[in-house]
């Protein structure tokens, strides 16, 4: 049984369109936010936890509501194609309205664009599983958040090329938008025409009954296994890692939502230079996913973390010591990635390292309740020390956040069993986030 790399990118072009936006997202509305409407930091870090917030009801919701759908365009393409076509028109208002300084209509079209946003992201995730056999999940997996990363690189990569200036010398957004908009719509299309969902789920699932028919005794056994409670030290060892989960997101993301805005104040520098800074960030994380397996496998999964987590803290606090922008700044943030690959390649794999059979997804629950949890706190949380204390705050939160989850994660004595390199090294890439 090997897996079907052409259709599983094709199922991908979901992911890829779901990155670009949310790396434009990222980049441009905090900047809007505080150029354009003069909003304060405090503020403006609660609007921007908004997408968490909604996304902690949103997703649930809509998975559940696609699992009980049946169209001719199967149960997650509906979705997917009536929430980008939202999305794609009211992303493109949102410029309309900076340009008229038009804030309330800018607000309510933020909301219902998160809104269009959160219908579509878990049928786009389920669509996967939904077409592979069990066996090739993992590489199906490592191929989608390969795709979620050409889109984000996408958007960083035309973020420079693309921002102009309006007649009262403001940035104009517009081109942006159109930009990654198309792009949405085109890899949205290319889902439509070239998966046929229906078709496919119904392969995946008589080849999945057969497996299962093959191995009733296993699941059985499984079944009764995970009938008993997890012991006292594995659960310790649990959520010390999920606090470890939530710290590190707390660093990490607060530098992600605030560092347009960051570079801007702190540095007087412009949007292109952030973005060319988080894509060599990103391209960095994505080249370190195979050495980050094979360091994983021959010393553990928790050591390589503790090597990430204290490169991370110590990038972002060399980050503040910088007084103004300069090429080192780069390197620092090649840093970043790498790090963030040794964190991210390996954390999941060890909450799932403790969980019992048949439990794998609720512990996958229980690791992103706790990263989206921190996505919520630390926009507001830094965004009042933006606001109250200074952009120099920015960076050494950002490394102490990261710093406390090496005592969690040390304090771990569970899920650090050193994993067996997989025969195909694309599952090396397998990371949720």
């Not at 960083?156 to 081109?175: E, I, K």
């Not at 499984?222 to 707390?250: C, N, Q, T, Y």
């Amino acid at each position: 049984m090997k897996l079907n790399y052409k259709r599983t990118i094709l199922v991908g072009m979901a992911f890829l369109s779901i990155s670009a936006f949310w790396q434009l997202y990222d980049n441009v509305v905090p900047l809007i936010l505080k150029n354009t409407f003069q909003m304060r930091d405090d503020i403006s870090g609660v609007i921007m936890a908004l997408d968490n917030i909604l996304a902690l009801f949103l997703l649930p919701l809509f998975g559940k509501l696609s699992d009980k759908v049946s169209t001719p365009l199967g149960k997650r393409r509906p979705f997917i194609f009536f929430g980008t076509a939202c999305a794609v028109v009211l992303m493109n208002l949102l410029p309309v309205m900076e340009h008229k300084m038009a804030l309330l209509p800018f607000i309510i079209l933020l909301g219902l664009l998160l809104i269009a946003m959160g219908t579509y992201r878990s049928p786009a995730v389920a669509l996967m599983p939904d077409v592979t056999p069990k066996p090739l999940r993992s590489k199906g997996n490592a191929i989608i958040n390969l795709m979620g990363a050409l889109g984000g690189v996408f958007t960083l990569a035309v973020t420079g090329m693309l921002v102009g200036t309006q007649a009262d010398g403001r940035p104009d957004y517009q081109p942006l938008f159109i930009a990654v908009s198309l792009l949405m719509v085109v890899a949205v299309l290319i889902l439509l025409f070239f998966v046929k969902e229906n078709k496919l789920a119904a392969e995946a699932r008589r080849i999945n009954d057969e497996l299962d028919a093959s191995s009733n005794d296993e699941a059985a056994q499984a079944s009764a296994e995970s009938a008993g409670a997890l012991p006292a030290d594995k659960r310790r060892s649990l959520m010390l890692i999920l606090f470890s989960v939530f710290f590190w997101f707390m660093g990490y993301n607060a530098v992600t939502t605030s560092f347009t805005k960051y570079v801007s104040v702190r540095w007087n520098y412009d949007l292109a230079a952030a973005s060319q800074c988080l894509m060599i960030g990103t391209v960095a994380a994505v080249l370190s996913y195979l050495p980050v397996g094979f360091l994983s496998s021959r010393f553990g999964r928790k050591r390589v973390i503790q090597v990430g987590v204290v490169v991370l803290a110590a990038a972002f606090a060399a980050a503040a010591f910088f007084p103004t922008f300069n090429a080192a700044v780069y390197v620092v943030f090649a840093m970043v990635g790498i790090a963030w690959a040794m964190i991210n390649v390996n954390s999941y794999p060890m909450v799932v390292e403790i969980s019992k059979s048949g439990d794998v997804g609720k512990y996958t629950g229980y690791y992103y309740t706790f990263s989206m949890a921190a996505q919520i706190v630390t926009p507001i949380l830094s965004g009042i020390l933006l606001q109250h204390v200074g952009y120099h705050t920015l960076m050494p939160y950002a490394a102490i956040m990261v710093a406390v989850s090496f005592v969690t994660i040390s304090l771990s004595r569970h899920g650090d069993n050193k994993p067996q390199l997989p025969d195909d090294k694309l599952e090396l890439f397998n990371d949720p986030d």
